[in-house]
């Protein structure tokens, strides 16, 4: 119980005070970065009382049961906070060792992953709407970060179509409480079967629009490339290991927890987009040639296979859907941390996240893809097998395609009008690659000693379809 | 009532989402409150009851749903900090853009990736009459 009020207090308190300080100083910086380290170590802390003997709850504010706004950390909420912190923290870390830009940044990280890790342990639907805008707000100054003009379109246009999907998500919220009568989300999932079936897909499709955008799947993709292309790689790990998570656990959180009629009816629509996804972001991916745009593309095609994976369901499904999504965030953010650095083995570790993207046997990406084949053969759709061969071949092209871009020229002419964006030949800090590195011997190790991820993950989506938690 | 409500947060929503796409920034944002009190009334109008102030029911008449009047009030509270934000991006554009029209920063883009594609065409041709060199 402390550690869950802990890992919500802790980061807060600190990222509002530092909001004060300026961040350019590297004591400010450590200071985030501890602020997050402490984060991290009380959900540590958390996931070691959770893993093993089920959630725990905290009401908060001393009300009774059934009043008080709910906090509730199980097995799927840990993981999902543990993934984002990590990310957070390393893609902080980073940048510290890099020099900060501006006042704000260190501070507005911190804020990020605690609305984040609020927003994961949360049992409340419109207490989620409320950590969610406050990770989503710091993450709309975060896009602006870096000095770069160009950077200000791609963040007032994140910043709109995102400011919709939240409203949407709110209006759906509304739409809950008034069908439903509660906001507390084990109450409103026993509740959901009595409600009349045309209130509960429309706001099922309303979440699954709201979540829709926030992940970047193929229909609601468009703002994604023009903010990933022009963030510092920073931020754009932030956004694409720790923030993309928000539409994944949305998704099956409010779509296989809440609302699981609905999830099944509309299963076939769901692979559909996911697999429309998975070939768009691909195809679009192979033909960019600025590495962070071929990136962006690779996201909304990474999203799909989520999507195809939570249509197909079941405890098969649901837990490839949940490793996927882990994988899919730690090789994100180790091939946007890794791809601006140079230096020695450096190259070696954006090669552990290229196999890892294109879901190569000694990285852990290897996993997901074989998930999700499991999860194509249970299913026994021959369509649905060929669609994930095809992808994973798409991938495998752009990611060595990004490698030999990035380390195979030598020298690179600076790109843009900026020298300032091009990369510099000549090789970075010790301490900035050890960070791709030990993020990078990560997501090998997971890959050589799969087991805790696959039982963490089980565990993760048995919370979803009722099974026991162990 | 509730179909006074629905139909007018769904005209709030139309006609924000209508100034959303204008190209005028400044409506842009305008728009973008429009649709954040229209998600303001429909989480008022979710209210379960409806009757008395319900900081003191008195038993005579069913008391209002407080629970939606909080939800509310927060709701109002984050769109105006978003609103806020929105400002302050658009005030931003001004100043490095010296325009408020979203034309001029689509094209302000476009011209950009143009560069951007330029250099590294320029980039892979040198790098064509490096290995050509070499050969020789």
């Known amino acids: 119980m402390t550690a869950l009020a802990l890992a919500l207090l802790l980061p807060w308190v600190v990222g509002v005070v530092l909001l004060l300080a300026d961040g350019r100083r590297k004591l400010v910086g450590w200071a985030a970065v501890a602020g997050l380290l402490a984060n991290l170590g009380a959900l540590i802390w958390l996931a070691v009382r959770v893993l093993p003997d089920g959630e725990q709850t905290i009401v908060t504010g001393g009300w009774t049961d059934g009043v008080g706004i709910v906090l509730r950390a199980d097995a799927l909420g840990v993981v999902f906070a543990l993934l984002s912190s990590l990310v957070v923290l390393a893609a902080l870390v980073h940048e510290v060792l890099e020099g900060v830009r501006s006042r704000t940044f260190p501070a507005l990280v911190v804020l990020l992953a605690t609305g984040l890790t609020g927003l994961f342990l949360t049992g409340d639907v419109f207490n989620f709407y409320v950590f969610f805008e406050l990770a989503m707000i710091a993450a709309y100054v975060l896009t602006a970060y870096g000095d770069d003009r160009h950077q200000l379109g791609a963040a007032l246009i994140f910043a709109v179509v995102n400011l919709v999907g939240s409203f949407l998500f709110l209006i759906a919220v509304a739409a809950t409480y008034h069908v439903t009568g509660t906001l507390e989300m084990s109450e409103v999932a026993a509740r959901m079967a009595d409600v009349e079936p045309n209130a509960a897909i429309l706001i099922a499709v309303t979440f699954f629009v709201a979540f829709g955008t926030k992940l970047g799947l193929f229909p609601f993709h468009f703002w994604l490339p023009a903010v990933y292309a022009g963030t510092r790689p920073a931020v754009a790990a932030i956004l694409s290991g720790a923030l993309a998570n928000i539409g994944a656990y949305g998704l099956l959180r409010f779509g296989a927890g809440l609302l699981p009629n609905e999830l099944e009816l509309g299963s076939t629509v769901l692979i559909v987009i996911g697999s429309s996804s998975v070939i768009y972001g691909a195809l679009l991916a192979v033909s960019r040639r600025d590495p962070a745009e071929m990136l962006a593309y690779s996201a909304i095609g990474q999203a799909g296979y989520v999507l195809v994976a939570l249509g197909v369901g079941g405890p098969i499904g649901l837990a490839a859907a949940v490793l996927y999504a882990i994988l899919n965030a730690l090789s994100k953010a180790l091939l946007f941390l890794s791809g601006a650095l140079r230096g020695a083995l450096v190259a070696a570790a954006f090669a552990v996240g290229a196999l890892s993207l294109a879901g190569m046997p000694p990285a852990a990406g290897f996993l997901g893809k074989l998930q999700l084949f499991r999860t194509g053969v249970e299913e026994g759709s021959v369509a649905l097998i060929v669609l994930l061969f095809c992808g994973g071949a798409l991938s495998f092209v752009y990611a060595f395609q990004l490698y030999q871009h990035e380390f195979w020229r030598g020298d690179r002419v600076a790109v843009g009008t900026d020298s300032e964006k091009g990369v510099p030949a000549e090789p970075s800090g010790v301490a900035v690659r050890a960070v791709s590195v030990v993020l990078a011997l990560l997501v090998l190790g997971l890959g050589i000693w799969p087991e805790p991820l696959l039982s963490l993950s089980a565990d993760a989506a048995a919370v979803l379809h009722g099974g026991a938690v162990r | ?136």
């Open chain 2, 1 to 136: 009532m509730t179909l006074i409500f629905a139909i007018a947060a769904g005209v709030v929503f139309g006609a924000g989402a209508f100034l959303v796409l204008t190209n005028d920034l400044v409506r842009v944002v305008a728009g973008m409150v429009l649709i954040s009190q229209s998600a303001v009334l429909v989480v008022i109008s979710s209210g379960l009851t409806r009757g008395d102030a319900p900081i003191l029911p008195t038993g005579d008449k069913t008391p209002s749903d407080p629970l939606v009047q909080a939800m509310a009030l927060t709701a109002i509270v984050i769109g105006l900090a978003v609103t806020a934000l929105l400002l302050a991006i658009v005030a931003r554009v001004r100043a490095t853009l010296r325009s408020l029209e979203v034309r001029e920063l689509a094209r302000d883009e476009a011209e950009h990736t143009a560069e951007l594609e330029q250099s590294l065409d320029t980039m892979h041709e040198q790098l064509a009459s490096d290995e050509a060199k070499e050969e020789q």
